[in-house]
Structures are given as structure tokens and as C-alpha cells.
């Protein structure tokens, strides 16, 4: 009986809900969470009367796990893929589609073609040409966009170090949250976000610049990746998905106009506050924002145009500490040992993974998990040591680059040259 009670969700559902009934007790609009989560409002009245009528059950799509009628065979589409290749190669879907059902009776529409083409290699996905910047209305309820950025200045005036703000500020109310650290950087930003979604909760989105912290721009795609559409993420970008946020970059400083203006004033008053309070560290800043930033809202924030707070709560279930945290994943050697940031960690628990995922935690403490299974691991402080002629010609090779500079060449009684020699003979 307590197995039927369950109800399984994703997260994704799970903002459908929680949206769905702030829609049911008319504290926002049936169009406006439509706009939020990407459908049309018809279909927004459909998933209402469903709740209304099944309860949480209703927001679950009927034909989860089930095959869709509609879709073609592997037969088919090999078929068409074998076309395509020799007679349409090099045709985009739109017009390789047309040609299909024009000369070939087989009709296929754009899009799917394009995912096909794509899995298949025999096209890439393409990316939208830049739009042409304009003004931007505020959005109209808090929680529907936040702009966030971190700015590093002389905030101390020279009386301690140089600190980074991680500034926040919601799009529609201009309300602000900040902290300091000592840089800008993939901890620091997950620290940060973390302290403001324990506060106000989950925003919708967060818009940001494309600093390396939150834009991946190196690093390359596996195959499998690139056939599947992912794009390169950063480890912030990653947690915010997790999460269910949106993560919008802007192409200019001028785009995320509110936070930059934030800066300047803060960087104007915020400044002169602390020096009349004669604050010489980055923990005294931090308490000081404490009784600061409540303060500077009530002052300069404004009312959005709705009354309705759509930042999400934190569900139960979701640890953040397995979001907020630095992934990487290692090959589980034979011996159960894994390689990570130049140390040896032996996994103590038996598993039959071949690839664990380390994750190093905000505080620096380093788990390693076989899928959602944590497992047990201890650190290989010493490594085995080499036998003595491996050591031997070790320490020579050493020896001899240290002599050489960068470019390292082989003794006159290395076995290289004596090959050589005996070759040259």
C-alpha cells in the first residue's frame, strides 16, 4: 500500500507543481507559468483541472514509459539515412526533408531529420546568428531572473586586502545580496549561491557574464556528447542545471546593466560605510553586510509589478552538498585504486564500476561515489617504491635534463644510442 502512495517526479516536474499551485490559489497568473516553464497557457488549464482532479499525480505526463505510436522503425530509418547519403549529402534537414517527400514519397519531417543526421554524423549542429541589443523591461515577479556577477576592488581602501563582492540583484525588484571573497571562482560562486537560495530560495534563472567560472569555452566534446547536443558547461553552470535554473550569459557587460550599476554604487557608499566603521578584514566586511544589505534594500529596492515570490523552495531529498561541489570522473583501476589531483585513494567498498565520480567538496573534503552509492576509500600516503635500476636510470635522466635545459638529449652509453650505432653498422 505505501509503494502506491509514491509518486515519482523529476525536478523538472517538480517546478511544474509548485507553479501549477501558486497558479490553483490565483497567486500568479494560468499565462504567466506557462511563459515560465515553456508551454502554451491551454496547456497550462489541461495540467490545472488534472491536479485538481488526481492531485500531485496529475502533473505526470500519462505516457511516461510507454512507446509512442507515432514513432517510426529502425528499419525506416536506416532506410532514409542510406538516402540521404547517396543522394542528398551535404543537404540541410529543411531541404533534404523535402526532397524526401518530393522524390522519394517518404515523409519525414525537418526537425526529425536533423536529429538523425546529427546521431549519425552526417551533420552539426549549427549555431543562431547574434541578436541586436535592446532595452529590457524588468520582469515582473521577484524570483523570475536574477543578475549576478563578481566584482574585485580596493573595498577596504588599502587598510586589508583586495576582495571580490559576489553581487546579486532580483531583475524585478532590485533587491540585493552580497558577500565577500577572495576571489572570483568556482567555490566561491557556489558558496555564495547557496547562502542566497537558503535566504530567498530558488530563482527561475540567473543571468551572468561569460567569466570562465560560468562559461566552459575550453575543453573539447566526446562523440557521444556531441551526438546526443550537450554543450560544454562549467562546474557552476552544471550546478545551477541541476537545480533546475536557467543560466542566461550575456554577450556585454551592458546587457546585465542592473548589476553593473549595482557595483558602482556600492563600490561609491559601500566603501565609505566601511571605512567610517574602520573594517580591515574580509570577515568583518562579511558581518557588516549582515546589517548593511537589509538596509540599502529597503531604501532603493521597488515593488514588482506582481505580488506573487516565484523562487522556488529547496526540495526535500536535494543535498547540496552533492551539487554545490567539484565532479571529475576517474577509471577505477584493477587494483581499486583511483588517481586524483597527483594522489593515490584506494576504495575500500566493493564495487563493479569501471568509472567513479570524485567529487570535492566547498570545505576541500574529497567523496568518491559509484553512481549515487558512496563508497568507502582511504588515501595511499606512500607510493611503492622503484627497483633500484629503475630508480638508478631515473635519477640519471634527471641529472642529464637538468644539464640540458628543456630539451633533454640521450648519454653517449644510453641503449638508444648503442641501437643506433649497431644499426648504423
Known amino acids: 500500500m505505501c509503494g502506491k502512495d509514491i509518486i515519482e517526479m523529476s525536478r523538472e516536474e517538480i517546478k511544474r507543481l509548485e507553479l501549477v499551485k501558486k497558479a490553483i490559489g490565483k497567486g500568479i497568473k494560468q499565462k504567466k507559468v506557462g511563459e515560465l516553464i515553456g508551454i502554451s497557457e491551454r496547456q497550462v488549464r489541461r495540467i490545472v483541472r488534472r491536479v485538481k482532479a488526481e492531485g500531485a499525480e496529475g ?8 512507446r509512442s505510436n507515432r514513432r517510426i522503425g529502425d528499419k525506416e530509418k536506416g532506410e532514409v539515412i542510406r538516402i540521404y547519403r547517396k543522394r542528398y549529402e551535404g543537404f540541410g534537414p529543411t531541404l533534404a526533408s523535402e526532397k524526401l517527400i518530393e522524390n522519394e514519397g517518404k ?9 538523425w543526421l546529427i546521431e549519425s554524423g552526417d551533420w552539426k549542429k549549427r549555431r ?12 515582473s515577479h521577484c524570483g523570475e531572473m536574477v543578475q549576478m556577477d563578481g566584482s574585485q576592488h580596493d573595498w577596504l581602501e588599502g587598510r586589508g586586502p583586495k576582495l571580490v563582492l559576489m553581487g546579486y540583484i532580483d531583475d524585478a525588484t532590485g533587491r540585493v545580496y552580497g ?15 547557496w547562502r542566497y537560495i537558503r535566504k530567498y530560495g530558488i530563482p527561475q534563472s540567473v543571468y551572468l557574464d561569460r567569466h570562465s567560472t560560468y562559461k566552459q569555452t575550453r575543453g573539447k566534446l566526446t562523440i557521444e ?16 542545471k541541476e537545480l533546475e535554473v536557467e543560466v542566461i550569459h550575456a554577450n556585454s557587460p551592458q546587457a546585465k546593466g542592473r548589476v553593473e550599476r549595482l557595483f558602482n554604487t556600492l563600490q ?37 509589478k506582481e505580488k506573487e515570490d516565484v523562487h522556488m523552495k529547496i526540495g526535500q531529498g536535494v543535498d547540496l552538498k552533492r551539487i554545490f561541489c567539484l565532479k571529475a570522473e576517474r577509471a577505477l583501476r584493477n587494483d581499486y585504486t583511483i588517481s586524483y589531483n597527483h594522489k593515490l585513494y584506494q576504495v575500500v567498498d566493493d564495487t563493479k564500476a569501471e568509472r567513479v565520480t570524485v567529487e570535492t567538496r566547498l570545505n576541500g573534503r574529497i567523496e568518491i561515489y559509484d553512481k549515487d552509492q558512496r ?3 582511504k588515501e595511499i600516503e606512500y607510493r611503492p617504491e622503484r627497483k633500484e635500476g629503475m630508480r638508478v636510470r631515473a ?31
Request: hydrophobic content about 35%.
Open 128 to 139: 543562431g546568428s547574434r541578436k541586436h541589443r535592446e532595452w529590457r523591461e524588468r520582469k
Open 375 to 377: 563508497l568507502k576509500y
Open 268 to 304: 561609491d557608499r559601500l566603501v565609505k560605510e566601511m571605512r567610517l566603521q574602520g573594517i580591515k578584514t574580509k570577515e568583518e566586511a562579511n558581518e557588516f553586510l549582515k546589517g548593511y544589505l537589509p538596509l540599502f534594500n529597503k531604501k532603493f529596492s521597488v515593488e514588482a
Open 179 to 193: 558577500r565577500f571573497y577572495d576571489y572570483e571562482g568556482t567555490i566561491p560562486a557556489m558558496d555564495s549561491f
Open 59 to 66: 502533473i505526470v505526463h500519462k505516457l511516461r514509459g510507454k
Open 395 to 425: 635519477e640519471k635522466k634527471e641529472e642529464y635534463r637538468a644539464k640540458a635545459g628543456k630539451q633533454w638529449k640521450p648519454p653517449q652509453d644510453h641503449p638508444w644510442r648503442k641501437f643506433r650505432i649497431g644499426a648504423a653498422a
Open 225 to 240: 556528447d556531441e551526438l546526443a547536443g550537450r554543450e560544454l558547461v562549467s562546474e557552476f553552470e552544471r550546478a545551477l
Open 107 to 115: 515523409k519525414i519531417s525537418d526537425e526529425t531529420l536533423r536529429v
